[in-house]
């Protein structure tokens, strides 16, 4: 039941986070500023977005529900959080004062701190399921190439 518990709080702070995000965007994405970046050749279309990241925040959320049944520590908590806050404030660095820079680093810190769950907490207990964390892993990179694009070209 605790597992089963977690994972819908998980599911509402993730995809909360998500929503809040989405927020700060508002629509930027089909505005004047975006839509005039040059951006990187291998930029997926729009779509591609939101399916990678209910993806990403399904396998995450089980992953935490099962960390968090195992290790509910205070320093696994702020870990979590500084996560979740670097995610929303991507997408306000990014798309409202349009500082790029700013936004490239908080993601690069990002992808740091979810690598840092798959190196740190996949001991024996959650050895296969830290595999869950692979797909947030590969699209941080990806998005942190499409950032850096963006800082360097434009």
């Known amino acids: 039941m605790k597992k089963g518990y977690l994972l819908v709080l998980f599911l509402m702070i993730n995809f909360g986070g998500l929503a809040l995000g989405n927020w700060f965007m508002g629509d930027a994405v089909t505005g004047e500023w975006y839509t005039n970046l040059n951006k990187a050749p291998w930029t997926p279309p729009g779509w591609v977005f939101g399916a990678a990241w209910t993806l990403i925040m399904l396998c995450f959320s089980i992953y935490l529900s099962y960390l968090f049944s195992i290790r509910n520590s205070k320093f ?71 950032n850096a694009y963006v800082v360097l070209y434009n």
Do not use: E, H, M
Request: with cysteine; glycine share 2%.
């Open 76 to 146: 696994v908590i702020a870990v979590y959080s500084v996560a979740v806050l670097l995610n929303v404030a991507w997408n306000y660095l990014f798309f409202n004062p349009q500082l790029t820079t700013l936004a490239l680093v908080n993601i690069t810190l990002l992808t740091l701190v979810i690598t840092y769950f798959y190196i740190s907490f996949g001991d024996d207990k959650l050895s296969r399921l830290k595999y869950l964390l692979l797909p947030y892993i590969i699209w941080l990179c990806i998005a942190t190439s499409l």
